[in-house]
RNA sequence: GGGGUUUUAGCUCAGCUGGCUAGAGCGCACGAUUCACAUUCGUGAGGUCACAGGUUCAAGCCCUGUAAACCCCACCA
């Protein structure tokens, strides 16, 4: 016997993966290129498409996966793997994410860890090590990838740093640059002094804090203004005072010079729509270097930006006695030193929303700084249309507005990244200032050379790194290998599957950047999946001790079991909470789904005919033919519609309640051999994609199949006769009865004391060896004489558990109730028919079902009744 | 400040185009049993579907409003 009694998934999993990878049956190659002989570009061939293409989501090279990648292989390599199983050309692409800033940060910890910084090294020395510290990580990741289950590609593994990804990026970077869409600008960006690079906004977190709101007077001669302010230490860098121009308060005063405190500086008094009459004094000082608003009311009123506050966080530009104080020591001294001359006028605190690095969560710096820029506006707006167009389908579908919404108010990309790991921008400066003619900034992709001469003239190369999105939004192109002169089948891709937090940063680039490079939208359906939460719906974090590791899920319950508790009650985009229970529950169907093939096995190991084709011989084979079958179209529906929840649930009813629980006991009075084949395999092959180690391993130890299941073809619809099929329910619904009636008597031992009798009823006479099987009744025998014991309340049947008079005295309470129910039911339907607009307006045939139901409920009703009186 | 999502059994969630006598898993209660499986089998309890109106023959589902929770976006000094 191969079968133990149990399934122990750590025996089979890693040796089924290995013996999958070496097959090679998860590397499509490409063995027919598209046929255009038209020349219009589409491919001619009548089934032109066969192929059925994913990327991973690329994990961080730099650590080990979370719940948040099992969620994500979970739902993608059941795709990839019910779309080979249904015959197309299945591509999973993997891949690993240098994450240019999260790795840096790792990395940095590293290097502090031994005592070092990142100002001992130069950006190559930096680079190179980095480079050395992921490689050694990068396995890890990979591994545990294949733990649980992903079917991918691993020859066509992609990195981002790959030379390949590397020069489409700069191929992209150079169209953009000659079209005009890349600029340099002096602008505030987003600066964490910590890990001092500059971050585009999304990266940026906004968090709701109390803060102080000082007022200060600013003085004039003659009077003075009260501005107010959160940040007093800028105000050495303030290049005006705002009013708003209908604040009637100020207009006589617009165009003065006001003395900014604490330096014998002149600033102006300006008119600006930006300054809100309400908040505050109604007047704000003007810091165009260290505000965002500030820097927009400076560049209509064409005033100095003057930095203040150093790339190190320190304080530059102001009075010696501020010189290099940190921003706090420095806020604290003016205070003091503006309450010395009795400049502070008053305090309070309010509530504000301040910008955090979303990494250390240090106090986000907005700094002036020069920087690469993308210009999205059209970008973007080809992405709009191109979505109002319905080029996508989104999962769930409430995501395209909100994904249009964001295009509308996207400001400039900035693609800057002043940290040494990342692709190097391929942007030249030139250091040579009698070479006036040339252009100050040139392309060139030799990024591997610090200088280059051009012409005579030399170029030094920008420092900074690309922005990790400004890459990976080339994912779906560099991954299928699309090339200007190669038309790729399997691009766009069929799916992007991915997590919901990432729609702006990723899928909204990936758009933007497949419309522009490839004049296609680079995948044709998004589904989004929520955050995993934990089992009470928080948010999984270190510091609250409640993350779950997805490994050590599969290492104690199997990779099937992870996969299918993980997707048990996920719906598309929502946050839902996950706990043990519902992988304790996919282990559960494994094993029984085990012991089914067990079963099966040794029946037909004792089976002593051979047939190769199954037929149906009865009710109980035909009714979960059509079972199966609805469960077939059930499935394939789900899977359309990317409802993976309910297709697994429908899986395991079908598997558990009605194949183990109704048919295979009802095959215990004789074996139907080749239909038990038959449709073992079809469910086996149905459950693969969610399940493909136990499928597999349960597919390797049968007798009669052949190859790999995760290489198998899709079942066929089963042949079954309706009829038959029907009848079976009535059996269940006898069966069903009986159960519950004795289990009303008290104990289930009396279900050994108790025959049933029936009264001209050849569906449970022919049956009756089966209905003994299923209910454990001792005896079935015909009705002789009067009716006795306890009458069955099935509507047309004439069924009666031999009972004696005093127990059947005992249940008349139930039976009471019982009554009682039907006719509460009962009333429900009569008022339904006694509305005529019902019966005028409501479909026929609902209207005749309610009809019958009535029929159905007084013929019961009075069967009960009957017996009651006898009693 | 703007937007989105969610609210159904003790817990986690289904319920797709309105037809529902509202389902599942886990948990709970009662019972069975060693011959595929205790990771088992059978039975059951438990819900005015957040609230208030409305549309409809019919509302968990559609509309309006309210409340709560969560999330995203946003420069408010």
Request: aromatic content about 10%; hydrophobic content about 35%; proline content about 4%.
């Amino acid at each position: 016997m191969k079968f133990a009694s149990s399934y122990e998934p750590g025996e089979y999993e890693s040796d089924i993966y290995g013996a999958w990878e070496a097959s090679g049956i998860f590397s499509p190659k490409i063995t027919s290129l598209p046929i255009d002989n038209d020349g219009d570009g589409a491919d001619d061939r009548e089934d032109s498409r066969g192929t059925y293409s994913i990327v991973l989501p690329p994990p961080n090279a730099n650590g080990n996966l979370h719940i948040g990648h099992g969620l994500t292989v979970a739902l993608e390599d059941s795709l990839i793997r019910y779309y080979r199983l249904r015959g197309d050309s299945s591509w999973y692409i993997p891949g690993a994410d240098h994450a240019g800033f999260e790795t840096w940060v790792v990395y940095e910890r590293e290097l502090e860890k031994k005592g070092h910084t990142r100002f001992e090294f130069n950006r190559d020395e930096l680079y190179s090590r980095v480079w050395n510290f992921v490689a050694e990580q990068r396995g890890n990741m990979e591994l545990q990838l294949r733990a649980l289950g992903a079917s991918c590609s691993w020859e066509d593994l992609t990195f981002t740093l790959d030379e390949n990804v590397i020069d489409r990026v700069y191929t992209t970077f150079e169209k953009m640059w000659n079209d005009g869409l890349i600029y340099r600008g002096e602008k505030l960006v987003n600066y964490c002094p910590k890990h001092r690079t500059a971050f585009a906004d999304i990266e940026v977190e906004h968090e709701d804090e109390k803060g102080t709101l000082w007022d200060i007077a600013y003085q004039y001669e003659g009077g003075e203004i009260i501005v107010s302010t959160t940040r007093p230490e800028t105000l050495f860098g303030d290049a005006a005072v705002a009013v708003n121009p209908n604040d009637k308060r100020y207009k006589k005063i617009i165009g003065k010079m006001v003395k900014l405190p604490l330096t014998d500086r002149e600033i102006p008094i300006i008119a600006d729509e930006h300054a809100d009459p309400e908040y505050g004094t109604g007047a704000v000082k003007i810091t165009p270097a260290h505000d965002f608003d500030d820097f927009e009311v400076g560049e209509r009123h064409s005033l100095e930006r003057i930095q203040v506050i150093a790339e190190d966080g320190k304080m530059v530009n102001v009075p010696d006695e501020y010189y290099g104080l940190t921003t706090t020591e420095c806020r604290k001294k003016v205070l003091k030193d503006l309450k010395s001359q009795n400049l502070l006028r008053g305090e309070k605190t309010i509530e504000h929303a301040v910008a955090h690095c979303y990494k250390c969560g240090t106090t986000i710096e907005p700094m002036l700084k020069e920087q690469w820029f993308v210009d999205v506006e059209k970008l973007a707006k080809d992405a709009i249309q191109a979505l109002k167009e319905d080029k996508i389908k989104f999962y769930p579908e409430s995501k395209k507005q909100i994904l249009i919404n964001y295009y509308e108010n996207l400001k400039d990309w900035n693609i800057s990244r002043q940290i040494p790991w990342g692709i190097a921008i391929p942007m030249f400066r030139k250091i040579d200032d009698r070479a006036t003619d040339e252009p100050d900034w040139i392309f060139d992709r030799r990024t591997n050379l610090r200088e280059i001469e051009k012409a005579g003239v030399k170029y030094i190369r920008d420092e900074d790194t690309f922005d990790t999105w400004f890459s990976s939004s080339h994912w779906p192109i560099v991954c299928t290998n699309w090339t200007e002169e190669n038309l790729n089948p399997y691009y766009p891709l069929n799916v992007m599957e991915t997590g919901a937090d990432i729609l702006f940063a990723w899928v909204a680039r990936m758009i933007m950047m497949g419309l522009y490079v490839t004049g296609e939208v680079p995948f044709r359906e998004v589904y989004l999946h929520g955050l995993v939460l934990d089992a009470h719906g928080k948010k999984m974090s270190k510091s609250k001790g409640n993350v779950i590791n997805p490994i050590d899920l599969v290492t104690k319950y199997g990779s099937d079991a992870f996969r299918l508790g993980i997707l048990r009650g996920r719906s598309a985009g929502l946050n839902q909470a996950f706990s043990e229970n519902s992988v304790i529950s996919g282990r559960n169907l494994c094993n029984k789904l085990w012991n089914i093939s067990r079963l099966i096995q040794s029946l037909v190991d004792k089976a002593d005919e051979e047939s190769e084709s199954y037929s149906t011989l009865n009710m109980g084979e035909d009714w979960i033919c059509r079972e199966i079958n609805d469960c077939l179209d059930a499935v394939e529906k789900d899977m359309k519609e990317y409802r993976f929840s309910e297709a697994i649930e429908t899986l395991y009813q079908t598997i558990w309640d009605k194949y183990a629980d109704w048919f295979l006991e009802s095959q215990k009075l004789y074996q139907n051999t080749s239909l038990l084949k038959e449709t073992l395999k079809t469910l086996l092959v149905a459950l693969h994609p969610f399940a493909p180690f136990v499928t597999e391993a349960i597919w390797q130890n049968l007798d009669w199949t052949e190859g790999f299941i995760a290489n198998a073809k899709w079942p066929k619809k089963l042949k079954y006769d309706p009829i038959s099929a029907e009848n079976f329910e009535n059996i269940r619904i006898i069966v069903s009865e009986v159960r519950t009636t004795l289990a009303g008597l008290g104990s289930g031992k009396n279900a050994k004391k108790y025959g049933l009798l029936y009264d001209n009823d050849s569906l449970v006479a022919d049956n009756s060896l089966l209905i003994k099987l299923l209910t454990k009744v001792p005896t079935i025998n015909t009705l002789e004489g009067a009716p006795r014991g306890l009458r069955l309340a099935l509507a047309n049947r004439e069924l009666y558990l031999d009972v004696p008079a005093k127990v059947v005295e005992d249940y008349k309470e139930a039976l009471t109730e019982k009554i009682l129910a039907v006719g509460r039911e009962l009333d429900a339907l009569n008022m339904r028919m006694m509305n005529p607009n019902y019966i005028d307006k409501a479909p026929a045939a609902l209207v005749k079902e309610t009809r019958d139901a009535i029929k159905e409920k007084e013929a019961l009703i009075a069967r009960l009744k009957t017996q009651l009186e006898i009693i």
